[in-house]
């Protein structure tokens, strides 16, 4: 019913400025528009069952035919700007060629390759965003694009979530939910991800509301629009809910904030009106999860703390504390990585400028302050209001929270990442997150990772699609490890599964490749990058690697690939040098609300903290 609604109106106009058009199969023009509808960002993998839905939809033919009439309007709005520029009926014959000849599936797989194909759709689709009610299914595994979906929920109040729970160790669904309440607990429900489509037409039908389908991209794709932040109307309704202006409630823990912050020892004082790096830690690709080259590199960490202290900056290195997972043989030294970084650094110094405060919401005198995500935003508002602060990591969720808030954010990631190209509508757009393009991922990890699924996979055809994640020897290192994929409290029991003599027989040949290139490797020197800047050419230094460092591990599960040790650790010479750049630029972050008058002095005593 709704589909042949569509399909005449589109199909008059496409008829008047491309007649041929009226000898095509009506199967092939049917596909093409579903095709339309799909790529202009309905989360619907069958639109057929998805028109059928709508029809089934009861008491509400009004409600629908307004929306379908929205849909017309958008898309015979830019079929028309085609047809002005005689643009219209060039896209279609590109279409119909891929449609009607050999190979014609593979083919029309490829149609988003036509830049003409690309620009209507997504023309459409940024249009339909701003012009009917959008609903969002979100899977409980993706926790990073909670904080642009819930900005968009307070900018948007037409915008309702459904987030998809799944007995799965990559489910987040209840970290998901406890954050987007935040921004309106009555427009987030969670609900079985198997039942996703069919929730989503069930709360059409409570409501009497259309809504448009999207996914976990909305956020995206809805706060990148054109003039979303030509003003401070959107920043103020997010700073307000998020609980980081003076609306929001942060006065009233601002002196303890102050008072935290000096009990971790950093220098209150000295520090007013200087340059601040908050380096974010990341290890969630380590954990089994997603993008494992976005991880944290500690050799990275500790050339990007040095080129900053270089400049005169204090350092702040946050985020996620170092995974202690079955392969790691010293425990406690791995645990006290970032701490290490900051001793070592700080001791060529007059005075303490690195700290480390990564997991510090699980500090028990953090609890005794503070209890929600959002008193957690409140520390990086006191540090933006007080100082001269940069935010800078691999691109990950958190640092879009921090610049949605209207910190000074840049975020890092290497050449054709995956998802990489989602991000860039977020650019140069007064938003505050831009990006700096690096040659590499800073882990040897994440260098292999890139060659294996991606490089080598391009020169071969067969791109990887989407990043790897739960790669096997990830996964069996992190067996009953807490906080990963592995946690006991995530992974049902599940029956020990039984390896072939052939399976067993290459788990030993792996590892007995990995003990003699561990012996070859003995007493081998290691580069690593100077962070000086006084050479155009890159600097390469060596150092001794100890030979306790060296040890086979006693962890018996998959080894990861041997030719990770063959690879270097941290950033190159000319990565850092765009680090420099970013570092070494003026402050351009706007602070929307001073510090109170009384904001240093102890609440209690009155004494200056």
Known sequence: MWEEYFEKSILVLIERHAPETSTVAPEVLTRMLRLWIFDAGVNAFDVGTWWSALADLKGMDEQVKRFVDAMIASFTFFLQMLAEHDLLGTMLKNYMTRATGEGSDRAVGKRREDPLYRWLVEAVRDDLLLSVPLLCQLGGEMSGDMFGIGATMLVNTSVRVLVGQEESVLDHTGDIKAFLDICDSKRVAVVPKRDMMKESFKVMQTLKTVHWITSYNLGTMYLGSEGMWANEWARTRIRDAWGVSDDGGFKPMCSGLVQWLGHMGLPIGRMVGAQVLVLWSRFTGKKGEIHVEHDTSFTGTRQLAQCAVDLGYYVIITGDKPLEHLAVKDKLRRARKFDTICDELNAELDEAQVFNLTGFWQDLTWKQLAKTRTDQFRLFELLHRMCDVRHLGMRSGNLEAMALMGFRVSYMEEKESWGGDRMSVWHGI????????????????????VEEFRTKHTRTGNKSKDPPKMLKWIVDRNVGVGGTVGDPSRVKDKPQKVLTLGQQQKIKIQEEKRRR?????KGRPEASIDTSTSS?????????????????????????????????????QTDLKKVLGYLGSPDTARRYDKLPWNWSKDPLTGQIL
């Open 430 to 449: 007064g938003l505050g997150y831009e990006r700096i393009l690096i040659d590499a991922p800073p882990t040897r990890t994440g260098k292999y990772v």
């Open 517 to 521: 290139r561990d012996e070859r490797l």
């Open 536 to 572: 155009k050419e890159e600097v390469v230094s060596f150092t001794v690697k100890k030979t306790d460092e060296l040890t086979p591990s006693i962890f018996s599960g998959t080894p990861r690939p041997v030719q990770i040790e063959e690879l270097p650790r941290g950033f190159t």
